[in-house]
């Protein structure tokens, strides 16, 4: 197994949408990229600790390219808009790829290249590209919350039509449920 971290707004989100791909093993929501260790999700909202919300992702390559993805990464979120994804907004929900190797660096930079050089958005991509240091868990009611809380305003509104999403354009890449 290895792994993949990405910052794609809130992950909640994120966290719901990696964990229905085949070939990924676990999806963990939680904070890197900021200034203070062992952050709480308090603190990491109020934008100060320098943290995103992201997902750490362990997958089998065996199973799932990396390039896939950053595919689903980059087709299930803005990734066009600097510190903001829908109503969230701050420095906590930017678009940013955590590499764990070159190889990942390399795959990340490429595909943005590809994306942009085929007009696949309207506006220029600002997904950052940076090294993995840290990765910190986040609290335990953060996990699997999509599942637990369907019927939740921001679950039914927000999340529910990304899975919608995912589920017609990767249809072939989602796991029995």
């Keep these: 197994m290895v792994f993949a971290t990405f910052a794609g707004g809130c992950f909640w989100c994120t966290e719901t949408l990696f964990s ?8 963990t929501p939680g904070y890197t990229g900021g200034h203070i260790k062992n952050p709480s999700y308090r603190e990491v909202c109020t934008g100060r600790t ?29 990734p066009t808009t600097l510190n903001r994804q829908g109503n969230d ?32 958005f309207a506006d220029s991509i600002v997904t950052a590209i940076t090294a993995f240091e840290v990765f910190y868990t986040a609290e ?13 305003p921001y679950c039914a509104a927000v999340i529910s039509p990304k899975v919608n999403k995912l589920i017609k354009n990767y249809s072939s890449n989602i796991k029995s449920l």
């Excluded at 065996?62 to 990464?73: D, G, M, Q, R």
């Excluded at 919350?145 to 369907?150: D, G, W």
């Design 20 to 27: 229905r791909i085949q070939g990924v093993h676990k999806v």
């Design 50 to 78: 320098g943290h995103a919300e992201c997902v750490q992702i362990e997958y089998d390559p065996n199973n799932i390219a990396f390039k896939t993805l950053l595919e689903v990464f980059f087709d299930t979120h803005d």
């Design 89 to 120: 907004v701050g420095t906590q929900y930017r678009s940013e790829i955590f590499y764990h190797t070159q190889e990942q660096k390399l795959t990340s930079q490429t595909l943005i290249e590809q994306l942009e050089a085929s007009n696949a």
């Design 140 to 152: 335990i009611e953060h996990h699997d919350y999509y599942n637990l809380n369907k019927n939740q």
